[in-house]
C-alpha cells in the first residue's frame, strides 16, 4: 500500500513542477503589467514541441537544441508583448486578457499547422535502469524534471533579490508611478517579463516531454492548472505558485490513482472554485496586498 502511495507521489511531484513553472510564469507578467497572460501555457508546448524538431527532426545536440529552444521561445514572448500588448498598454485590463487568450489560439493553430495532431516526445535526458525506492519505481527524467524546476526556482530568486533588473521588476510590482519617477524604464520590465516567462515555460515543456507525450492542443489545460496554482499560492507571489503547482500536481495524481483517472482534470477547477469563493488572495496572500513584493 505504501509503494503505491509512493508511485503516485513521485507522478504527482513530476506533473506538479511543471505546473509550479506555469505558475511561476503567470506570476512574473502578473507583477509587471497586472495582466493574467492566458497564453502561458503555449510556452509549455513550444519548449516541447521545438526541442523535438531540434533534437529528432534537425539532429543538433542536446545542449544546443535546448538553448535554441529557449531563446526561440523568449523570441516569441517578445513578439507576442511588442505586438499585441505594447500598443495596448493604456487599454482595459480585461480587453488585454482578451487579448492574450487570442494570441493563445493564434499559437495553438500555427503549432497544429507546423506539427500537426500527431503527439511527440523524445529520449530522456539520461539513459538508464530507473531508481526504486521502497518498492515505488521512479524513472531517470522525474528525477531531471524536478531538479530543473528547483533550478529554475533558484535562479529566479536570484535574478529577482541579486539583480539590478530583477529589482526593478519588485519595484514595478509595488507601484509602477513610483518605479516610473525613480528613473525605471518600465516598458523594458514589461517586456523582460514576457520573455522571462515565456523562457520559464519552454523549460517546463523540454523537461516533461520525454515523460507526458506532447501535443499541440496541451497548453490551455497547462494554462488553467498553472494559473490554479498561481492563484492556490496567492497570485503574484512565485513560492505561493510553487508550493501550489505541487499540490495540485499531487492531489491529481491521487486522485487518478484511488478514486477515477477520469477526474483528474477536474482538482484544479474545484480547487480554483473553492479559492476563489472562501480565500481570494490565496493560501499564502492577504487580503490587503494580493501582490509580491518579494519573490
Not at 38 to 66: R, Y
Not at 258 to 264: A, D, F, P, V
Request: some cysteine; proline content about 3%.
Amino acid at each position: 500500500m505504501f509503494t503505491v502511495f509512493l508511485q503516485f507521489l513521485f507522478s504527482g511531484l513530476t506533473v506538479g513542477a511543471v505546473y509550479a513553472l506555469v505558475g511561476m510564469g503567470f506570476n512574473i507578467i502578473y507583477n509587471s503589467t497586472s495582466i493574467i497572460n492566458m497564453a502561458q501555457g503555449e510556452f509549455v508546448v513550444i519548449g516541447g514541441l521545438l526541442m523535438w524538431f531540434f533534437t529528432e527532426s534537425v539532429k543538433l545536440p542536446f545542449f544546443l537544441a535546448a538553448g535554441l529552444t529557449i531563446l526561440s521561445a523568449g523570441l516569441v514572448g517578445l513578439l507576442m508583448e511588442r505586438l499585441t500588448i505594447r500598443p495596448l498598454k493604456s487599454a482595459d485590463l480585461l480587453l488585454m486578457i482578451m487579448v492574450t487568450i487570442a494570441v493563445s489560439i493564434l499559437m495553438r493553430g500555427v503549432l497544429m499547422f507546423k506539427f500537426g495532431k500527431d503527439p511527440y516526445t523524445y529520449a530522456p535526458f539520461t539513459e538508464g535502469e530507473p531508481f526504486t525506492v521502497a518498492g515505488a519505481v521512479i524513472q531517470q527524467q522525474t528525477l531531471w524534471v524536478i531538479g530543473v524546476t528547483a533550478c529554475c526556482i533558484v535562479m529566479l530568486y536570484i535574478f529577482f533579490n541579486k539583480t539590478m533588473m530583477g529589482k526593478a521588476m519588485r519595484a514595478c510590482a509595488v507601484d509602477t508611478t513610483a518605479a516610473k519617477l525613480v528613473g525605471i524604464n518600465v516598458s523594458r520590465v514589461v517586456m523582460i517579463s514576457f520573455v522571462l516567462s515565456a523562457m520559464v515555460g519552454a523549460i517546463g515543456g523540454i523537461a516533461i516531454t520525454p515523460i507526458s507525450l506532447m501535443e499541440y492542443d496541451k497548453g490551455p489545460m497547462l494554462a488553467v492548472k498553472g494559473f490554479c496554482a498561481a492563484i492556490m499560492g496567492g497570485l503574484g507571489r512565485g513560492r505561493g505558485a510553487v508550493i501550489g503547482g505541487f499540490a495540485i500536481g499531487i492531489l491529481e495524481s491521487m486522485t487518478a490513482g484511488y478514486l477515477h483517472s477520469g477526474m483528474k482534470d477536474a482538482v484544479a477547477l474545484v480547487i480554483m472554485l473553492a479559492i476563489l469563493f472562501f480565500r481570494p488572495a490565496g493560501l499564502f496572500g492577504s487580503v490587503a496586498m494580493s501582490r509580491l513584493r518579494k519573490f
